[in-house]
């Protein structure tokens, strides 16, 4: 069955409350709604891949993102994208580190363009940024956590 215009105005919204609450779309959230408005799992799952909003995979504790529209990648987003992933170790594709700490994502444009290339780490904004300026604060947050990790097991 394919969604209706009726149901598609109620699963949006709901998805996208899903998505708040949760940082991303689990599949067991898809099962439920599904029975509730009674659209099929993979209609949900086209919505939900039509819709670059939504995620299906929990983000990690920190997210970089990293512009990649067009004035960003003419003065460098693709040199920083790989500096940032290099020093994750993002291979395959992959958005978040194995260890849940890092998601890196590609935004079309932050419309923040004369201060390209433009790179956001967690609340912090830096334009006119290298990829080795990337590079560090990501790195400084990584020290951070161990640190942070450090304390902690010192404390129990
Ligand atoms: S293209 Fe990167 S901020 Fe606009």
């Not at 408005?37 to 993979?42: A, E, F, G, K, Y």
């Not at 987003?77 to 890092?102: K, R, S």
């Not at 790179?119 to 604060?137: C, H, L, S, Y």
Request: hydrophobic letters at 40%; one cysteine or more; aromatic letters at 4%.
């Amino acid at each position: 069955m394919a969604v209706s215009t009726h149901d598609r105005s109620a699963l949006i919204p709901l998805l996208q409350e899903v998505q708040v609450e949760m940082g991303y779309v689990p599949k067991e959230a898809i099962s439920e709604i599904s029975k509730e408005l009674r659209v099929s799992t993979s209609d949900i799952f086209g919505v939900l891949t039509f819709y670059s909003q939504f995620r299906l995979n929990p983000t990690g504790k920190h997210m970089v993102k990293i512009c990649s529209g067009t004035a960003c990648h003419v003065r460098g987003a693709p040199l920083i994208i790989d500096a940032v992933e290099d020093e994750l170790g993002l291979e395959d594709g992959n958005e978040t580190t194995e260890d849940g700490e890092f998601t890196v994502e590609k935004v079309a444009c932050f419309g923040a363009c004369s201060l390209a290339p433009v790179v956001i780490v967690d609340e912090t904004t830096k334009g006119n940024i290298t990829p080795d300026q990337a590079r560090r604060m990501v790195r400084k947050i990584i020290k951070a956590e161990a640190k942070k990790k450090k304390a902690e097991a010192a404390n129990e």
